[in-house]
């Protein structure tokens, strides 16, 4: 990720972000040179993507196939009322131009699958997978850990969430590998156990609260301020208003 140089409107628009010791020009620098690809473009993603925007991640890539519902609009903040029956990927793209011309945004209208997933996710240095299915979220971290690509996940319920961040490639402080997601759920769980949010109903903000927490999770990284969730996965009630933290470790495979 080789950084690059800021123009004069540039150092305006990051202005507070460039004052911040933890970050300076040089984090800046590698926000603009940093490629980040999100999965989903729905209540997780639309924070996700505005964040990073805003932020000045440089490449931003959009994968989804799925078009624009009045029934997502209570949750779904990048899109809008004229939006509906756009795909979410047009959409998110032109609100993510109006926060930030600088970033370029690259549109897969398509699912992510066993096909394509090598091939999108190596295009990026960091994942960020805001699905709303098992299949996908399963896929995403197996094919992040074999390419060795920073994976940061959440996942959301009725009115509580998870969040944690995922390269079990690189080692931790002790010398022993970081645990990758199937440490953390060795198994998907069986069809029709988990309802979906259109079976069982999600407050709005919820995904606010997590997708922002995501798009916390990708600055750290790309700028080396402050600790990533790696190894520690952190929860969310939203009705207790109450976080916690819990550690994990790799497994024996």
């Not at 994976?151 to 002790?174: E, H, I, M, N």
Request: hydrophobic residues 40%; proline residues 6%; charged residues 20%.
């Amino acid at each position: 990720m080789s950084k690059q140089p800021l123009n004069s409107e540039e150092i305006q628009r990051y202005a507070r972000h460039i004052i911040l010791p933890e970050i300076g020009g040089a984090g800046q620098q590698a926000l603009k040179a940093a490629r980040v690809l999100v999965i989903g473009a729905g209540g997780l993603g639309a924070p996700v993507l505005q964040y990073l925007a805003a932020a000045g991640v440089g490449t931003l890539g959009i994968v989804d196939d799925d078009a624009v519902s009045l029934s997502n609009l209570q949750r779904q903040v990048i899109h809008g009322t004229p939006d509906i029956g756009r795909t979410k990927a047009d959409s998110a793209t032109d609100a993510l131009h109006r926060i930030n011309p600088h970033v370029e945004v690259i549109r897969y209208v398509e699912r992510l699958e066993a096909a394509n997933a090598e091939a999108l996710l190596s295009r990026y240095d960091i994942v960020v997978d805001g699905s709303d299915n098992f299949t996908t979220r399963y896929l995403a971290a197996d094919t992040a850990e074999r390419l060795e690509i920073t994976l940061v996940t959440a996942a959301v319920g009725r009115f509580d969430g998870s969040l944690t961040v995922l390269q079990p490639w690189k080692t931790s402080a002790d010398g022993r590998l970081n645990p990758g997601y199937r440490d953390l759920f060795p198994e998907p769980p069986p069809p029709g156990v988990v309802p979906s949010c259109a079976e069982a109903g999600i407050v709005g903000a919820l995904t606010g609260v997590l997708g922002t927490l995501q798009a916390m999770e990708v600055i750290k990284i790309i700028t080396g301020a402050g600790e990533p969730l790696i190894g520690r996965l952190l929860m969310y009630d939203g009705l207790a208003a109450r976080f916690e933290t819990i550690k994990y470790s790799r497994k024996t495979r």
